[in-house]
Antibody, heavy 121, light 107 residues
Framework: EVQLVESGGALVQPGGSLRLSCAASGFTFSDHWMHWVRQAPGKGLVWVSRIKTDGSRTHYADFVKGRFTISRDNAKNTLYLHMSSLRAEDTAIYYC??????????????WGQGALVTVSS | DIQMTQSPSSLSGSIGDRVTITCRASQTIDIYLNWYQQKIGKAPKLLISAASSLQSGVPSRFSGSGSGTDFTLTISSLQPEDFASYYCQQSYSTPLTFGGGTKVEIK
């Protein structure tokens, strides 16, 4: 069974940093691109970032470029999102999501339960 | 960036109703459109990929159609477990973008 379990969500002050983790199991982690998607309270889904199977390519939404860094450790089957210079508008549930191998276009076929990040003083 | 516009933003339906949700892209995205269902307090679930490909385990009352810029998600006979929010997502280009969502409520 595919499982994605996020951790690291917390209350953090504006300007602070935080690292989210997503532990993957039940599939060959290194075969899949992985993503972070967020959802502000009561709002819709917003794609944040993605990383290639071997970590050699990454993409970011403009609103996090230069502040967030996605990475992965295939030996530990874990995806990360390092967030810095956090703003109130970054407050959201952050989901890690697996990219399906087929179709060969970004498709989120499994999601974690989410990690809540609250940015407030 | 490709903008995705869903309509309606909410709808009320009765058990057994046929329900249609539309999603329009700001430019052509071929068939690269996915649909997700999200229940309150839960993670989204993939329903349909590539505009019309039903995911394994998803009931056949769900169907998707469209290409280019205009897409639809249809629930042929609304069931109690279908009351949820639905999102479209384009997979044509980055940044990947979602529609604003459609909340399906009980009438």
């Amino acid at each position: 069974e595919v499982q994605l379990v996020e951790s690291g969500g917390a209350l953090v002050q504006p300007g602070g940093s935080l690292r989210l983790s997503c532990a993957a199991s039940g599939f060959t982690f290194s075969d899949h691109w992985m993503h972070w998607v967020r959802q502000a309270p009561g709002k819709g889904l917003v794609w944040v970032s993605r990383i290639k199977t071997d970590g050699s390519r990454t993409h970011y939404a403009d609103f996090v470029k230069g502040r967030f860094t996605i990475s992965r450790d295939n030996a530990k089957n874990t995806l990360y999102l390092h967030m810095s210079s956090l703003r109130a508008e970054d407050t959201a549930i952050y989901y890690c999501a697996r990219d399906a191998i087929s179709p060969a276009r970004p498709t989120f076929d499994h999601w974690g339960q989410g990690a809540l990040v609250t940015v407030s003083s | 960036d490709i903008q995705m516009t869903q309509s309606p933003s909410s709808l009320s339906g009765s058990i057994g109703d046929r329900v249609t949700i539309t999603c329009r892209a700001s430019q052509t995205i071929d068939i690269y459109l996915n649909w997700y269902q999200q229940k309150i307090g839960k993670a989204p679930k993939l329903l349909i990929s590539a505009a019309s490909s039903l995911q394994s385990g998803v009931p056949s009352r769900f169907s998707g159609s469209g290409s280019g810029t205009d897409f639809t998600l249809t629930i042929s006979s609304l069931q109690p477990e279908d009351f949820a929010s639905y999102y479209c997502q384009q997979s044509y280009s980055t940044p990947l973008t979602f529609g604003g969502g459609t909340k399906v409520e009980i009438k």
